[in-house]
């Protein structure tokens, strides 16, 4: 009985240790299934979970009783297998991320060594060290764009571009050491420009201060003709800049001191001339007036001589008449004398009126088309030459609402894009402003029915057109998507004032084709529509400014409080755009040296 019991006992307790060897090969099982799973699944370097997990299983297998031996070396294996793949994996991953990142490196030392080729094969040409710049921008763009990636695991998603560590770091060397390249090539040409302008603009202000005043004017004019489009930083600018303008000041001071004396002197002259003809005139009235009496006398004793009876006193009376005709014939020359004199007074006096009158001193003004001079307002002794002095050294745009912009170059020559007249939902003041030229992308009241003054040309066609030496481009496009079968064409122009090439797109209503982009070419300035609806979009505009690649940005045709057309507002084009700058006016100025070397948006406000 006692053997029973203890044969039933020891039968539980078997059963019992194989029932808890059956549990640890489970448990084990299911943690080598995670483990398979997470070698599917985990990828890009995402490997601490999966060796976590590895690292702990054959800690707990051996730490698990009761475990049958033949499923511990069974499970092991399976454990080892596992790894072996992760590791292959690993491996496999490891190589394409150091495959990317050569060709990355690659791409980016191509973009840096053509920067350097072109810096150094024309290292006096800023046109080409500015291409240089652009692609060393291109390849900063994309080294930025490795999120910091140095190789290392991480849990979360890698950068857009993949780096290892060296190859960053080789590019990042490179890179700054071809941009320091360009910077002091672009250093060079700022300097020998400096070194060139610096001594003109000096000598214009020895000249104001120490010479004649007309020919400092004459100075200032040249440097001011050699400063435009010359290459110099902005501090070197502004140096000459305010050489010039003290220069101008003091010639000025001087004309006007000039001018002061001449007219003091003038007026001394004028008043001695003055009192001469009085005085003379004076004479000759006395002496004709007494001619006149001792006529009339004559005529009395004539007419006495003919009624007296005694001889005597007749002979008196003839000889008192022929002392009177003496007397007047002396008078008479006398006056005749006293007549010449006057005439060439009054010639001298009549000629210095037209020939010396005294100017009134040139303005500091922005030069313009000039009207002729008045006797109200008339122009300086100094000539054309004070018209070149502080004159417009900026290129200026202006926005007068809508899709209409007054554009003045350093000429004074005015262009007038796109003048919108009185149209349902434009509320814009209407344009009050004067131009020699008025461009018109397409014929709808918004954007050709403002009355411009100053008769300008009117250019409204594609091909090219030259106006005021300024030569036009017209291209064909559409108003709509349709090929303008909605709203009709469109005329997209460029032109070049001052070195600066402006693009105005109009109405433009679609994408560009890749040939309208090349016969655009290189924008400097892109005004361009980002209203939507009657036009291209925000998103449209984005992509057009990315198919033109200008240095600057103006948008127009949107809505505001004086246009309720049903299109977007500006802010929908400038949504998660970097570079933009608001301008708290309606005008802007440039110069070609000073355009961004990265694309800026400018905001401006509407004049109207």
């Known amino acids: 009985m006692g053997t029973d019991k203890m044969t039933e006992s020891m039968a539980e307790e078997w059963e019992k240790w194989i029932e808890q060897e059956t549990g640890n090969v489970q448990a084990i099982e299911e943690r080598l299934e995670e483990l398979s799973s997470k070698l599917k699944t985990i990828t890009n370097f995402q490997y601490r979970e999966f060796w976590d997990a590895a690292n702990e299983i054959p800690g707990l297998i051996e730490s698990m009783i009761p475990f049958p031996p033949n499923e511990k070396e069974r499970l092991l294996d399976e454990h080892g297998r596992i790894c072996k793949k992760m590791k292959g994996k690993q491996e496999q991953e490891w190589q394409e991320h150091r495959d990317q990142s050569r060709q990355n490196r690659a791409a980016i030392e191509g973009k840096v060594r053509e920067a350097h080729s072109i810096a150094e094969s024309t290292p006096g040409d800023m046109k080409n060290l500015n291409k240089s710049q652009s692609l060393l921008k291109e390849a900063l763009a994309r080294l930025k764009n490795d999120g910091g990636n140095t190789g290392s695991e991480s849990e979360s998603a890698p950068a857009p571009l993949v780096f290892l560590r060296e190859d960053r770091q080789a590019c990042w060397d490179r890179w700054r050491e071809v941009n320091d390249l360009v910077h002091s090539h672009r250093l060079t040409i700022w300097d020998q420009n400096f070194a060139q302008i610096e001594p003109q603009a000096k000598a214009a202000l020895d000249e104001a201060n120490d010479g004649n005043s007309n020919q400092a004017l004459e100075k200032i004019k040249k440097a001011q003709q050699h400063l435009k489009g010359m290459a110099l930083n902005k501090t070197q600018r502004e140096e000459i800049k305010n050489t010039l303008n003290s220069a101008w000041d003091i010639a000025i001071f001087k004309v006007n001191e000039i001018r002061d004396e001449k007219r003091r002197k003038y007026e001394e002259w004028l008043g001695r001339m003055e009192g001469q003809l009085e005085e003379l005139t004076s004479r000759f009235q006395q002496n004709d007036e007494t001619i006149t009496k001792l006529q009339g006398e004559v005529e009395q004793f004539k007419e006495a001589i003919q009624s007296i009876r005694s001889r005597e006193y007749g002979d008196k009376l003839r000889e008192e008449i022929a002392k009177k005709r003496e007397k007047i014939k002396e008078l008479g020359v006398v006056n005749k004398q006293l007549e010449g004199k006057i005439k060439t007074m009054q010639s001298k006096l009549e000629g210095q009126s037209d020939e010396t009158a005294i100017p009134q001193s040139p303005q500091k003004i922005t030069p313009v088309k000039e009207k002729p001079a008045t006797n109200e307002n008339p122009q300086p002794e100094v000539s054309d030459q004070t018209t070149f002095v502080r004159e417009v050294e900026n290129m200026k745009i202006k926005w007068l609402g809508h899709s209409a912009f007054l554009i003045t170059g350093n000429d004074g020559t005015r262009v007038i894009t796109d003048p919108y007249g009185q149209y ?173 070397d990265e694309t800026k948006i400018v905001v401006l406000e509407p004049a109207k």
Not at 456 to 469: F, L, R, Y
Not at 505 to 527: K, N
Not at 578 to 593: C, H, I, L, P, W
């Open 424 to 596: 349902n939902g434009l509320n814009y003041a209407p344009i009050s402003e004067s131009a020699e030229i008025e461009i018109v992308s397409h014929q709808h009241g918004d954007h050709c029915g403002g009355n411009v003054g100053g008769n300008p040309q009117v250019i409204d066609k594609t091909g090219n057109t030259t106006a005021s030496g300024i030569e036009f481009k017209g291209i064909a496009s559409y108003h709509d998507q349709s090929g303008g079968t909605e709203r009709g064409d469109n005329i997209i122009f460029c032109f070049t004032i001052d070195g600066i090439k402006t693009c105005h797109l109009g109405d433009l209503g679609h994408l560009l084709s890749d040939e309208q982009v090349q016969e655009i070419g290189e924008v400097d300035i892109l005004l361009i529509p980002v209203g939507g609806f009657f036009t291209i979009d925000a998103s449209e505009a984005t992509q057009i400014c990315d198919q033109i690649k200008p240095k600057v940005i103006i948008p127009m045709h949107v809505s505001n409080n004086k246009c309720t057309f049903p299109i977007a507002r500006v802010d929908d084009f400038l949504q998660g755009k970097s570079n933009v700058e608001r301008v708290d006016g309606s005008e802007k100025e440039f110069t070609k040296a000073e355009l961004p």
